[in-house]
Nanobody
Framework: QVQLVESGGGLVQAGGSLRLSCAASGSISSFNVMAWYRQGPGKQRELVAS???????IYVDSVKGRFTISRDTAKNTVFLQMNSLKPEDTDVYYC????????????WGQGTQVTVSS
């Protein structure tokens, strides 16, 4: 059974920084690709960034240059360093994983709230 546990959310002023962490446990092959999604009230869940086991990263345009996704493969942990935060980054952030690049993201954490005040 795969478990993803996020931490690191909170309240920060615009321009500030936060670092999210997600610890994965279970079948190692289930988190070959890890990602951060976000979702706000009435909005669709949006892929923020993803990273493969080899380190290949993908970012949504709105966070390029501000957010950095990384992973500690030995500890099955993925991080999201968020800098220059904007009020529009306010959302619940979810950690997710999948076994293969072409498979859908099927494992999800419980989410962590990020609130950016103006």
């Amino acid at each position: 059974q795969v478990q993803l546990v996020e931490s690191g959310g909170g309240l920060v002023q615009a321009g500030g920084s936060l670092r999210l962490s997600c610890a994965a446990s279970g079948s190692i092959s289930s988190f070959n690709v890890m990602a951060w999604y976000r979702q706000g009230p009435g909005k669709q869940r949006e892929l923020v960034a993803s990273i493969s086991r080899s380190g290949t990263t993908i970012y949504v345009d709105s966070v390029k240059g501000r957010f950095t996704i990384s992973r500690d493969t030995a500890k099955n942990t993925v991080f999201l360093q968020m800098n220059s935060l904007k009020p529009e980054d306010t959302d619940v952030y979810y950690c997710s994983s999948k076994p293969f690049t072409l498979s859908p993201f099927g494992y999800w954490g419980q989410g962590t709230q990020v609130t950016v005040s103006s």
